[in-house]
């Protein structure tokens, strides 16, 4: 359905995965809880619009941190509201607790010192889509190598947290709109 290929700089390399071949796909899956790379291999993960279609996400949410170096970042964004749409299931939809749950989820696998850089639900622009972001770091003792956030950077979203506030930035409970 789309790839983020052309936002990526030219000296990163970018490996497309999906489970059927289509375009920027480098890689075919047979298993999302299943990723063809080595421990602590990655630098960076990047998952949009698959996590409301997998089972079993936090299976796939493992695998991610299993194949990210310590330093890694994954960048997550999924549906919290919109229209059911099979492909092949629809199955769940993310809120910002979800961000703490994974959290917690890395932390009972084994990795010591996980964080969540930051996360939110983006509004919608010119569509019924509200999606929610989130940014993890596998090892919360490389947070100085990232000093920038998007909440810095973004306007239009609700219920933003980032690494060492307690606090939701532009608290909305019922999102209502």
């Not at 602590?40 to 996590?51: K, W």
Request: glycine content about 6%; proline content about 5%.
């Amino acid at each position: 359905n789309g790839s983020l290929r052309q936002f990526v700089p030219n000296n990163v390399k970018y490996i497309g995965l999906d489970f059927e071949q289509g375009k920027n796909v480098d890689m075919i899956l047979k298993s999302s809880y299943e990723l063809p790379f080595a421990d602590n291999s990655i630098d960076f993960a990047i998952s949009t619009s698959c996590f409301e279609h997998s089972e079993f996400f936090w299976l796939s949410f493992k695998e991610i941190f299993r194949v990210l170096k310590s330093s890694g970042l994954f960048y997550v964004n999924a549906p919290s509201n919109g229209t059911f749409h099979r492909h092949p299931m629809d199955c769940w939809r993310f809120y910002p607790d979800a961000s703490l749950a994974l959290l917690k989820w890395a932390a009972h696998c084994g990795h010591e010192r996980p964080c969540i850089l930051e996360s939110f639900m983006k509004e919608p622009e010119n569509d019924i889509w509200r999606d929610y972001v989130a940014v993890f770091l596998k090892d919360s003792g490389y947070i100085n190598i990232y000093p920038t956030r998007i909440l810095d950077q973004i306007k239009n979203y609700t219920n933003g947290i980032k690494f060492g506030e307690s606090n939701y930035s532009n608290y909305n409970e019922y999102n209502d709109k």
